[in-house]
Structure formats: structure tokens, C-alpha cells
């Protein structure tokens, strides 16, 4: 390893006490970083148990050593608290995830995305902004990247020449993609998971919802419907699958399945004190080890649960999950990618015909009319801001088409739009469960009488 770049900071007079902890941990961290070289040839890998102790012993070496220098030539030595701040900055840039810590612990963060030393962030709100360099060069994010990935929540991952793409969890809930050589600059991703509680109010009050949607969705999952959310890409699905199941009653034993860990359910044990939380594994580096979220689909309805929750259906789970819709497990709940409502239909199509089933379009069509109740269509508008802009209900299939029914639609804007009216047996559902069928069909802005 190469000397580091950043001269000894006893030279360096600066009174700013934020300035000075940052400057003396990126030298204190490049010169462990650097005698801490040996230890992965000894065995000690990065991010286990034995190279952290060996880095905190390196840490205060380095802080020794230079207090050593500073006094043999009359200078001052780092005060208590400095060198405290330094110690902890240094540690989590040698072990833990350095420079990318202090953008994690901003809470209003919702993704961060380094483009080689370029950094953007996303908060909560919609609003991007970018921020200053964390890493000096490609090289240095790539080498934090390693580190990260051999101290992976599921096991010790590789990032290189040859595995140059890399997905994975990170210790607080977050999925950290990561890809190098097949791109202009190494480039990283963060998606924050908060695990914040979500309902359905919470999001009328954002505008994502309005009175009528509460009222519908809300009957819906308490009477058992079967409820596939669509959007693209950080239209909010997933916190929209979040307050749906916030409606879930707490007797209820759930079962969630997420390929990347976002939902969090089991966290609050007042409101879903029986909810069991399956993680789809990748492979280890030898290429053994994998469980799919198809398995675990599989195993999920060994285990009597109540409710079904796949975080995201895209693949060979999309079989099993309608069939376990179609064979009792009503209230289940899924989210897919798809540009509007009845673009889920299609998508569930493509992805049961390269599922391990190869089931033909006429088969698909057929079981997604017996499994999905309803669809629910989540809308991003330019300014980041969501709204719920559709609600479809499936009445059956001809051939290779599912038949439905628009029963809600909004405009991105807020404004209702005509829509269709909802069948006998979806009215009888709804309203059993409280809701009012005359607020879908009794107004004139609706377009038509019931």
C-alpha cells in the first residue's frame, strides 16, 4: 500500500475544531490503513472481529507517535476531547463505513449516489442537492467499498474485476449497490430504510392520499382483498405497502418476504406483534448458500400465516404468490413495477413465462383473476411529490386478458376523473367493511349515475 497522500496535521495550525478533527483523521486513518496491510495477509479479514481490534491498536499507535513528534519539537499535543473525536472518526473510516457514516446518520437522507468523488443526495422531501467529495479518488471508494463488503450483514461478499456488480445490505437496514469496470467511474448507491411507521392518514395528510382512497383501501384490507401496488421507481410502493399493513389487526400472524429488507414490520410489536420477516440470501463467494424469494414464498405457507407480504414481485416468486392468493391466503399484499394499473398485468404475464413454470399467457391471465382483487397505482410527480392516482379492480379473463374495472382515478393534481362503477361482489366487500359505495358512485364528477 502506498504511503498516504495527507502530511503529518501537527503541521497544520487551524483553530476550527470541526476542521481539525477531520484533518487529522484522514491522516491518523490513511497511515492505519496503511500498516493495517499486514493484517489481512495474517488472517485478520477486513470487518472481523480481530481486524477492528487490531485497527483500534493502530489508531492510538498513530496518535501516540505523533504526540511523541509534537512534543520533541516544542509544538502542542491534541487536547482530550480532539483526540477522543479523532479516535472515533478514524475507527469508522479503518472499519466501519467511513466516510459514508456522517450522510447515513442525516436522518432526512433517503439515498445517497456517488459517481467516482461526485455526491448526491435525495432527502425524504424530493429535494436533491449535492454535496462535497468523501473520497479522494476512484481508488479510495473502490478500497472502502471492499472493506464493506467483507463485514456484509449476509455474509462476506466480493467486489472486483471479475464480481464487479455488487448488492447488499448494510447493518442499519439500508441496500448498498455497487458497481465498478463496466462503468465510466465507480459508482454507488444507498437506499435508506428508516422502518418509520406509516398509515394510511399519515399519507392523506401528504397529499399521496385523498379522503375517498383512505376510505376505500382501508375497507379493502380489512376485508381480506388481495392487493397488488404498482409505480415505478421511488414512487413510494413500498411506504404505501407499509400503511396498508398498518390497517392489518395486530391477532394477525404475518409473514413478509423481501429479496431487500424494507418493511420492518416486526420491529413494531404493538401493532403486529406475530409478523415474521424472510430475507432473500445471495450466494456466498463460492457460490453457495442462495435462498430465492421464490423458496421462500414456498416455505412462508408452511408456516400458517394469516397474511402474505411480498415486498416486491419480479421474478420466479410470481407464480407461487398467486398461487397461495388464489388458494386461500386473501389479504395478501405485493408491490410491481409497472407504469400504471393495468400495467401489472402484463408484467405479471412476462414474469410468470420465464418462471420456472412457464405458464402460457392464458394460464397467467386466468390465475391472476382468481388471486388479484385489487390494484392500486402509486404516481410520482416531477416535483417528488406521490399520489395514489388509481384503483382497479379484477372481474375475471378472457383468453390471455384480465378483465378490469377502474373503479378510482385521480388526477396527479389532485382532481377526481370519471371512472368505472366496481362490481356487485367488490361493493358487498367494500361495504361490509365500512365503507360508503355511494362516495365511488353517487357524485356527478364521477361522470355517471349508479
Not at 107 to 133: F, H, S
Not at 214 to 223: D, S
Not at 369 to 381: F, G, M, N, Q, R
Amino acid at each position: 500500500m502506498s504511503e498516504p497522500l495527507h502530511e503529518d496535521p501537527a503541521r497544520v495550525v487551524d483553530p476550527a475544531f470541526s476542521e481539525t478533527v477531520a484533518e487529522w483523521s484522514r491522516y491518523v486513518a490513511a497511515e492505519a490503513t496503511r500498516r493495517l496491510s499486514t493484517a489481512v495477509a495474517d488472517g485478520d479479514a477486513p470487518g472481523g472481529e480481530g481486524y477492528r481490534r487490531r485497527a483500534e491498536r493502530t489508531i492510538r499507535q498513530v496518535l501516540d507517535e505523533a504526540a511523541q513528534r509534537a512534543l520533541g519539537q516544542g509544538r502542542p499535543v491534541l487536547d482530550a476531547a480532539t483526540e477522543q473525536a479523532v479516535t472515533r472518526r478514524a475507527a469508522a473510516q479503518v472499519c466501519g463505513l467511513g466516510p459514508l457514516q456522517e450522510l447515513l446518520d442525516e436522518p432526512e437522507i433517503e439515498n445517497i449516489n456517488l459517481t467516482g468523488t461526485d455526491v448526491w443526495v435525495r432527502y425524504a422531501d424530493g429535494r436533491r442537492e449535492q454535496r462535497p467529495p468523501v473520497v479522494a479518488d476512484d481508488e479510495e471508494l473502490m478500497a472502502l467499498v471492499r472493506r464493506i463488503a467483507a463485514d456484509s450483514p449476509s455474509g462476506e461478499r466480493r467486489f472486483d474485476p471479475t464480481a464487479p456488480i455488487l448488492d447488499m445490505p448494510l447493518a442499519d437496514g439500508s441496500r448498498l449497490n455497487a458497481i465498478m469496470e463496466v462503468a465510466h467511474a465507480p459508482v454507488v448507491s444507498i437506499r435508506r430504510h428508516r422502518y418509520r411507521t406509516t398509515t394510511l392518514g399519515r399519507l392523506r395528510r401528504l397529499g399521496t392520499l385523498d379522503d375517498v382512497a383512505v376510505a376505500l383501501l382501508r375497507a379493502a384490507v380489512r376485508a381480506r382483498r388481495n392487493i397488488v401496488i404498482t409505480g415505478g421507481t421511488g414512487a413510494g410502493k413500498t411506504t404505501l405497502l407499509r400503511a396498508l399493513a398498518a390497517e392489518i389487526g395486530s391477532s394477525e400472524r404475518i409473514v413478509t418476504i423481501e429479496d431487500v429488507a424494507e418493511l420492518g414490520l416486526q420491529r413494531d410489536r404493538r401493532a403486529h406483534p406475530d409478523a415474521v420477516a424472510l430475507h432473500a440470501r445471495p450466494p456466498n463467494v463460492e457460490g453457495a448458500g442462495e435462498v430465492t424469494v421464490a423458496e421462500l414464498v414456498r416455505a412462508a405457507l408452511r408456516m400458517s400465516p394469516d397474511r402474505v407480504i411480498v415486498g416486491e414481485t419480479r421474478g420466479s416468486e410470481t407464480v407461487p404468490l398467486l398461487n397461495a392468493m388464489s388458494q386461500g391466503n386473501d389479504g395478501s399484499l405485493t408491490t410491481v413495477h409497472a407504469a400504471s394499473s393495468e400495467g401489472a398485468f402484463a408484467k405479471l404475464g412476462a414474469y410468470a413465462a420465464q418462471s420456472a413454470e412457464r405458464l402460457p399467457l392464458e394460464a397467467t391471465a386466468l390465475l391472476v383473476a382468481t388471486a388479484v382483487h385489487l390494484v392500486v397505482h402509486i404516481s410520482a410527480t416531477p416535483a417528488g411529490e406521490r399520489v395514489v392516482t388509481s384503483v382497479r379492480e379484477v372481474v375475471g379473463a378472457e383468453g390471455r386478458r384480465v378483465v378490469s374495472n377502474e373503479i378510482y382515478r385521480r388526477a396527479r393534481d389532485g382532481g377526481l376523473l370519471p371512472a368505472a362503477p366496481p362490481s356487485p361482489d367488490t361493493i358487498d366487500a367494500l361495504a361490509e367493511n365500512g365503507f360508503d359505495i355511494s362516495r365511488l358512485v353517487g357524485g356527478e364528477a364521477r361522470g355517471w349515475a349508479p
